[in-house]
């Protein structure tokens, strides 16, 4: 099995629970997301990975790894899970477009949390999460763990302009793979 020379800086992105993208503006995560959308290559990245005891994840326009794993942690899953679908709601509640691709500036969404009561009732909300006391700072740490997640980076330091990248797609899709049947739905108190 021949595997690209680009392994262990691959590797060492995702094994630390990054994604690499196709629309990352970093032109070395690009390069490496091609390295392995090549068919060969992600065969071979594949079973190498899988003999490690880890699986390359293809999602739409970006990979990522996850482990083979004997026992599940739930209680810490289900938490995790909690937290980016509030998240998500938030920034969904900011702007209904935000996915990948989307540019947004921190400074704009709290010009519209000063004047929408809705989305600032969802950043209060999100203080659990950071335990920060002004809007400012907890939309910071909010930010930070997008991109601290690969869910986004920051695209312009000038401008102090983010990007949504492609593996936000990944939060989408867990979100909108949890299905409550209509018996149910009226049970859940809102």
């Known amino acids: 099995m021949s595997v690209p020379k680009q392994t262990a800086e691959i590797f060492e992105i995702l094994s630390k629970g990054q994604f690499i993208c196709s629309n990352s503006s970093n032109e070395r995560i690009r390069k490496l ?9 992600f065969s071979s990245l594949y079973e190498y990975f899988s003999a490690i005891n ?11 790894l996850s482990r083979i794993e004997q026992k599940v942690d739930l ?13 998500v709601d938030f920034f969904k509640a900011y702007d209904s477009s935000f996915l990948s691709g ?35 700072d907890n939309l910071d740490n909010i930010i930070k763990m997008l991109c601290a997640d690969g869910f986004a980076e920051l695209e312009n330091e000038t ?11 990944y939060v989408e899709e867990l979100i909108n793979n949890i299905h409550i049947p209509e018996e149910v739905q009226d049970e859940i108190p809102e």
Do not use: C, H
């Open 54 to 64: 880890f699986i390359l994840e293809e999602g739409d326009e970006f990979y990522y």
């Open 159 to 169: 401008l102090n302009e983010y990007k949504v990248l492609s593996s936000f797609k």
């Open 102 to 136: 989307f540019r947004f500036q921190p400074s704009d969404i709290l010009v519209k949390v000063n004047v929408d009561a809705v989305l600032k009732d969802k950043l209060d909300g999100l203080k659990r999460w950071g335990k920060k006391d002004t809007y400012k």
């Open 33 to 41: 997301f091609d390295v392995i959308a090549d068919d060969e290559n």
């Open 75 to 87: 209680e810490r899953k289900i938490e995790t899970a909690f937290k980016w679908i509030e998240i």
